[in-house]
């Protein structure tokens, strides 16, 4: 075993469409961002894991073995004792962080980290990215108790920069198609914060499942509309966002591959709709935001990523964005971008 540093670097992503879809069968439009976590490992000879992150500030050390505890080293810790398990390392481990993901953006800095700290224990030649994204996914569901999907593990681990990631989440099967020149995708940070962990995500989740016992799918993606009369209240709505989302997306996949930007703009705006009126995962300030984006000439916009906040992703032409962007901020002076 090695005892050198081994550091890696992991961006963050944005989902252009395909939102709520990748536990239901959906096939998803993910891409990486700028942003990026650095992480750097090192085996420390102890059974304790001593884990420092430059952005919180802070150092934890805990003994290998322990449960979560529901703090920000647990996606750290629990990609440790999942390598551990799959004896890629052995024993405690000095593990540090820095990351220029922003935190609660709907950016997936949580997957961003325990891919990372993945790609830093795995031996060289072990495991390609499909399954260490899946790995990365268990950590995230078993672990620390979130029920996701698999879209964001596979775009941060797959991703190519400048390239989206049409991934089909029932076998994770993918393409990476370039993003034309002439589509420019801006990201914008709400200023509202979000977290998953919060209840929120697996509230909705809760919702979904239910739609899929009742229908006796898992892939609602798939299931026959005509079925969702069986359902009512909150599930009813679930499954139908789910089902248009995931006809929205396959169409995405056609627009983006004939370079339709107009086309591709409208699904986006079909799909933020879907997300306020039957995911109900909006809120006002995200929906005057999309408005704002779309009355001031962007393409498409929509929320992105789990919603309750977070970010909101829109498709500009290149040519208009500053003059946008400087619109777009003179209504919403809290706004930031992503990159
Ligand atoms: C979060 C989850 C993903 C996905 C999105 C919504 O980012 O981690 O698995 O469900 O929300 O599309």
């Known amino acids: 075993m090695s005892t050198e540093d081994v550091t890696v670097r992991v961006p963050g992503r944005v989902n252009l469409i395909g939102e709520w879809i990748d536990f239901s069968g959906g096939t998803v439009l ?27 500030g802070s150092e934890a050390r805990i003994g290998i073995d322990m449960p979560a505890q529901h703090d920000w080293p647990d996606a750290i810790r629990g990609a440790l004792q999942a390598a551990r398990a799959m004896g890629w390392i052995k024993g405690g481990q000095d593990v540090s962080v820095h990351s220029a993901i922003p935190v609660g953006q709907g950016l997936s800095s949580s997957a961003a980290t325990i891919v990372a700290a993945l790609k830093a224990s795995r031996p060289a030649g072990e495991t390609d990215d499909v399954s260490l994204a899946l790995a990365a996914r268990r950590v995230e ?79 609602l993606c798939h299931a026959d509309p005509a079925q969702f009369a069986r359902l009512s209240g909150a599930p009813a709505k679930r499954a139908r966002h789910i089902w248009s989302e995931g006809r929205r997306s396959l169409e995405a996949v056609d627009a983006l591959k004939s370079r339709d930007r107009a086309a591709f703009g409208r699904l986006m705006v079909a799909s933020h709709a879907s997300l306020r009126d039957d995911m109900e995962v909006s809120l006002p300030v995200m929906d005057q935001m999309v408005e704002d984006a779309l009355a001031l000439g962007a393409e498409g916009a929509r929320l992105t990523g789990a919603g309750f906040g977070g970010c909101i992703v829109a498709l500009v032409a290149p040519d208009r964005v500053e003059t946008w962007w400087a619109a777009l901020q003179a209504r919403h002076p809290q706004i930031k971008r992503a990159d």
């Open 30 to 56: 993910p891409m990486p961002i700028r942003s990026e976590i650095t992480l750097t490992r090192r085996p420390n000879g102890t059974d304790t894991d001593v884990i420092r992150s430059a952005q919180f």
């Open 141 to 219: 569901n078993e672990f620390m108790g979130v029920p996701c999907g698999i879209m964001d593990q596979m775009a941060v681990a797959a991703g190519r920069r400048g390239h989206v990631l049409a991934l089909d989440t029932i076998d994770c099967s993918f393409e990476l198609l370039p993003l034309p020149e002439d589509w420019e995708i801006v990201v914008i940070q709400s200023g509202v914060r979000r977290e998953l962990a919060d209840g929120s995500y697996k509230a909705r989740q809760l919702e979904c499942r239910a739609a899929m016992d009742v229908l006796g799918t898992e892939d």
